[in-house]
């Protein structure tokens, strides 16, 4: 029960009643902030609030696995088991969820009124399935939301369909086969549309909840105006995504003369359609007003757009530098303690760790200011949570590379309204006795508060 129950929960519970959403909260903020209310994470709450605490959570998210079968390009191999063994090259992750789970989750089932399957694709999962299992065993209603990538329509998945109240949500990415598989690598447009349409009769026959979702990046603006006009006619919701990280697919990461070019198109689309669209026409213009309020912003900031653009620069030459398949080991530390903010500290500025086959951490001294006994035999995930909660919460990837058996990023911690500490990460396979390394350091410090 620590996780409803504790002091970190606590914590967020009173920042949340003081309107204070800068303690973990500052991405949704960001959105609502940007007009993008229904596109937040926060307005999927809206229908369980409560006066008081209460005794049992009536809303979980479960993303569990990462078992997927695409390669989306604005995803990582932290998201997508595809792209961790084809794109990155790494080892799987181990899974962490079984039966002692399954029973420490059995006494907060008869309390949801909706449980979120997300991560991964959720009906690859086998760990969902048996928590849908146990929810037909136990004579549950619970509603089970589902986000999807489409591809999958199996006896399996429709015999849990039949037998709890699902509501679906289907991200999609374009209108096209060109848009569709550039985006979603891995998955046949045809194949998708022939599902989209079972899951459309499914909801026609149970009266459920059917919506897409729409990722909105510089590779599909073109065609938003469209998939509009396709839910409108299937009578389905958009959800807006925006697309932020990898920079490289971002229409906010774009020069404004580019970025005026894409949104003037769209303008003129959203022009010929007016009148077309009832359940997504505020999708539309609150798009259109976020990227019109963000140019202007650009126009009348050219300096500090300018030094982003060449700092974004830097830090994907430093990425694309670290990744060369042909670099020793002593080579890539001579690297990141070139770009260290910390060089006189020698060797000592760049942080090495070696993971077993179970990627949890068996050796290393320090990451990052984090010391060895907070990290060793824990699993590599927890590094970055961990820099989070001590340095800040807001977490950007600002440049990435992934391939030949490494993933490299730059990263930001921080939180809002404040100048971020950014470093250098990496994981790299390794031969026996390791399974990966990780490598890190510091490149720019955060500064003091006042």
Not at 79 to 107: K, M, T, V
Not at 129 to 145: H, K, P, S, T
Not at 172 to 190: K, M
Not at 355 to 376: M, P, S
Request: glycine share 6%.
């Amino acid at each position: 029960m620590e996780m409803w129950r504790g002091e970190r929960i606590s914590r967020l519970r009173e920042a949340v009643v003081a309107d204070d959403l800068s303690y973990a909260c500052s991405r949704c903020a960001e959105e609502i902030a940007g007009g993008n209310l229904s596109g937040s994470l926060a307005v999927g709450f809206d229908q369980f609030t409560a006066s008081t605490v209460p005794d049992w959570p009536t809303r979980m998210e479960f993303a569990l696995s990462t078992a997927c079968n695409l390669q989306c390009v604005m995803c990582s191999g932290e998201f997508s088991s595809s792209i961790r063994a084809h794109r990155e090259g790494l080892p799987p992750l181990p899974q962490s969820y079984g039966d002692e789970f399954l029973e420490e989750l059995d006494p907060f089932l008869p309390h949801l009124q909706q449980a979120r399957f997300l991560g991964g694709e959720p009906f690859l999962a086998e760990i969902n399935f048996r928590i849908w299992e146990r929810m037909i065993e136990l004579g549950l209603q619970v509603e089970c939301n589902v986000t999807t990538n489409g591809t999958q329509w199996t006896p399996r998945v429709q015999r849990v369909l039949e037998q709890l109240p699902f509501s679906i949500g289907i991200s999609i990415d374009g209108t096209t086969p060109e848009t569709v598989e550039l985006i979603r690598s891995g998955g046949s447009y045809a194949r998708i549309m022939e599902n989209l349409a079972q899951f459309v009769a499914y909801r026609d026959r149970h009266g459920s909840s059917l919506s897409l979702t729409f990722c909105l990046m510089i590779e599909n603006a073109h065609e938003f105006v469209d998939y509009l006009l396709m839910a409108e006619d299937l009578g389905c919701q958009v959800y807006v995504n925006t697309v932020r990280q990898p920079v490289r697919h971002s229409l906010y990461q774009l020069a404004p003369d580019d970025l005026q070019e894409v949104l003037s198109r769209m303008e003129v689309q959203a022009a010929a359609v007016a009148g077309r669209l009832s359940l997504n026409s505020a999708a539309l213009q609150e798009q259109l007003a976020r990227l019109r309020s963000h140019l202007d912003t650009s126009l009348g900031t050219p300096v500090e757009f300018a030094r982003a653009s060449v700092e974004s620069a830097q830090y994907q030459q430093l990425v694309d530098s670290l990744s060369e398949p042909e670099l020793s080991e002593s080579e890539l530390i001579q690297l990141l303690q070139k770009a260290s903010a910390d060089q006189l500290a020698g060797v000592e500025a760049v942080s090495v760790l070696r993971c077993d086959a179970h990627e949890r951490i068996i050796e290393g001294n320090h990451y990052v200011g984090l010391g060895q006994e907070e990290f060793l035999s824990a699993h590599a995930s927890v590094l970055h949570p961990m820099l989070a909660e001590r340095i800040g919460h807001r977490v950007d990837v600002l440049a990435d590379r992934s391939g030949n058996g490494s993933s490299t990023r730059v990263l930001s911690f921080g939180e809002p309204g404040a100048e971020s500490a950014v470093m250098v990460t990496m994981a790299r396979l390794e031969p026996d006795p390791w399974s990966t390394s990780r490598y890190a350091t510091l490149l720019k410090r955060a500064p003091l508060p006042c």
